[in-house]
T-cell receptor
Framework: ETGVTQTPRHLVMGMTNKKSLKCEQHLGHNAMYWYKQSAKKPLELMFV???????ENNSVPSRFSPECPNSSHLFLHLHTLQPEDSALYLCASSLGTSNNEQFFGPGTRLTVL | LAKTTQPISMDSYEGQEVNITCSHNNIATNDYITWYQQFPSQGPRFIIQ???TKVTNEVASLFIPADRKSSTLSLPRVSLSDTAVYYC???????FGAGTRLTVKP
């Protein structure tokens, strides 16, 4: 058990659906991250939150909308996705954003039809 | 883009020592070097972290030369379960490169 949980573990959605991915960390960390990992590609950093403030947004399309209501929870709201958005979405947390080990959740396997 | 470069893949046999080298020529003074392991359809898992010289834990050793422009992860006596992708990360960057796919054969 890594202390970082993600739900759902699997999600299938149509291009017109709206869904949300949830991440929760029980480690008392102050930073949380969303990564995308497409098949046979490196992890892509999407968003970084530190103390509930977004500190990095790597040119992610607006159809992905993050939300960090508190330091323990991170959401990724999805709407009008494309089939190429199908991937493993990983959440991670760390004590801070500088030189701190990241703890990853198990990921959500997303399929967009 | 990640600030690190690693071999794409490596093969080894059970019981051998495996050394994976990572280049990070533009590492900053305050950057630490961290290695992660990832199995298919799982999140990466921390292995080891270091700043300079040598660090050892129960899983691996990390060797960092004085110029810190590279680092080598050493896995002693690998087993089949060590088959995974290994990532070198300059920690302040938070960006993962392609990693090294290690395949351990019987």
């Amino acid at each position: 058990e890594t202390g970082v949980t993600q739900t759902p573990r699997h999600l299938v959605m149509g291009m017109t659906n709206k869904k949300s991915l949830k991440c929760e960390q029980h480690l008392g960390h102050n930073a949380m991250y969303w990564y995308k990992q497409s098949a046979k590609k490196p992890l892509e950093l999407m968003f970084v939150y530190s103390l509930e403030e977004r500190v990095e947004n790597n040119s992610v399309p607006s159809r992905f909308s993050p939300e960090c209501p508190n330091s323990s929870h991170l959401f990724l709201h999805l709407h009008t996705l494309q089939p190429e958005d199908s991937a493993l979405y990983l959440c991670a947390s760390s004590l801070g954003t500088s030189n701190n080990e990241q703890f990853f959740g198990p990921g959500t396997r997303l399929t967009v039809l | 883009l990640a600030k690190t470069t690693q071999p794409i893949s490596m093969d080894s046999y059970e019981g051998q020592e495996v050394n994976i080298t990572c280049s990070h020529n533009n590492i900053a003074t305050n950057d630490y070097i961290t290695w992660y392991q990832q199995f298919p359809s799982q999140g990466p898992r921390f292995i080891i972290q270091g700043y300079k010289t040598k660090v050892t834990n129960e899983v691996a050793s990390l060797f960092i030369p004085a110029d810190r422009k590279s680092s080598t992860l050493s896995l002693p006596r690998v087993s089949l379960s060590d088959t995974a992708v290994y990532y070198c990360l300059v920690l302040n960057d938070m960006r993962f490169g392609a990693g090294t796919r290690l395949t351990v054969k019987p």
